[in-house]
């Protein structure tokens, strides 16, 4: 007779566990290829950025004290003493009570220390220029090293890549970066009843839903899907199917064979390839039957198979391991990203467990969105299609009444 449940652990113990797991190793791509991923080391400032003290502004470069209490009524007046176009350096120091025309992103002259607007100025002619507004010093001006020191840590390890990033280590010519591994998953589906999604299912047969939408989730989350041939409830399969992709993957996914059923050979398939089990059942709803294994020193995850539960297991602790291997150091400490709304009815939750209730919100101008709760049960697809986030219950409320701001995470 199979075992059934372990102590089902809190989930702040499951993410413990998968803590536990090392991240990846670092490998070197080109920027092109960088986004998204995480800085495996430190990146250092070659050079100061800017390399010159530019303006940002076009206008005239002055020395700040020779407009000081300048205005419409009382302008101030300088001589001008070049004109300097962007892309080369000035050909002299600016003398005090005199200016340089100057246009946006070209070099200031030594002795410049701010730059006046050309809407506050007036060209008199004969090389006498009126300002009508003061400036303090590093006023619509970039220092140089403003951005960036030379010898100083621009990036530190661990920081994910973005647009703005990459535009940085280009700007300092970094072509190619040191970031994590992006994390291989393997995805195993079984069960008796699953055919491909090409085919027309015999009645008691369904298509495989999550090999495909798993697939999905891997892969916006920047790490590499790898779907397997559907695996039958099948003792020797699932092992064969389990030890070939823990040897081939970083981590492995398998849903269904989760839970305590007659046919639930995932947890006897782990031992047999020699695997430690580290937690069968978790205090999450939907999600409850959840494994977490360490096979080879790699996690696998059999994720209940229901269609709803899998996703939510996903989202709470598959995604943040993703991140975590790919060398995310707060992987599992960083607040997912919520938006307040106020809950339109009451929603019940049993004590114990932490209940991820999905939402439809209703736009209301002027005041928070309401959340509707979207109840049904996890093997139906309807309750993620009409939801637009989540509201997670705590495991020491009963649940959350009507009328209470709630944080809802978007799906």
Not at 285 to 308: D, F, H, N, Y
Request: charged share 20%.
């Amino acid at each position: 007779m199979r075992e059934g449940f372990f102590r089902a652990v809190s989930t702040a113990e499951f993410t413990d566990l998968l803590r536990a797991f090392s991240p990846l190793g670092p490998e070197t791509v080109p920027l092109a290829a960088a986004w998204g991923r995480f800085l495996a080391a430190d990146v250092m400032a070659g050079e100061n950025l800017p390399a010159h003290a530019r303006a940002a502004m076009d206008g005239y470069a002055v020395r700040a004290a020779d407009v000081f209490g300048a205005t419409e009524s009382n302008p101030a007046y300088l001589d001008l003493a070049m004109d300097i176009p962007i892309g080369e350096l000035p050909p002299a120091a600016l003398p005090a009570g005199h200016c340089a025309r100057i246009v946006t992103g070209a070099l200031l002259p030594d002795g410049a220390d701010a730059v006046v607007m050309v809407e506050y100025t007036e060209d008199l002619g004969a090389g006498a220029i009126e300002m009508r507004k003061p400036v303090a010093p590093g006023d619509n001006m970039l220092f140089a090293g403003e951005d960036a020191v030379a010898g100083r840590c621009l990036l530190p390890a661990g920081t994910r890549i973005r647009p703005q990033e990459i535009g940085i280590l280009a700007a300092l010519g970094h072509d190619r970066v040191t970031v994590g591994l992006r994390p291989t998953v393997g995805v195993l589906s079984t069960g008796d009843e699953l055919v491909p999604i090409t085919e027309t299912p015999a009645p008691g047969r369904i298509r495989d839903v999550n090999s495909h939408a798993l697939a999905a989730m891997i892969e916006a989350a920047g790490a590499v899907p790898r779907l397997s041939p559907l695996v039958p409830d099948d003792l020797a399969g699932i092992g064969a199917a389990l030890g070939a992709s823990c040897a081939a993957n970083d981590l492995t996914l398998l849903s269904g064979g989760s839970s305590v059923g007659a046919r639930d050979f995932t947890i006897e398939a782990l031992r047999g390839l020699g695997a430690e089990i580290l937690a069968h059942g978790v205090a999450l709803s939907p999600g409850k039957p959840t494994i977490l294994a360490r096979l080879a020193g790699k996690p696998v995850i059999g994720l209940p198979g229901q269609v709803t539960s899998a996703q939510i297991v996903m989202l709470v602790f598959g995604l943040p391991l993703l991140a975590h291997l790919a060398g995310d150091p707060a992987a599992f400490d960083r607040p997912a990203r919520t938006f307040p709304a106020e809950l339109a009815r009451n929603v019940a939750s049993k004590q114990g467990r932490e209940d991820h209730v999905r939402v439809r919100l209703e736009d209301r101008p002027g005041r928070l969105p309401l959340a509707h709760p979207v109840l049904g049960k996890s093997g139906l697809l309807k309750t993620l299609l009409l939801a637009d986030g989540c509201i997670v219950i705590p495991c020491d409320r009963e649940g959350f009444p009507g009328g209470e701001t709630v944080a809802v995470r978007p799906i």
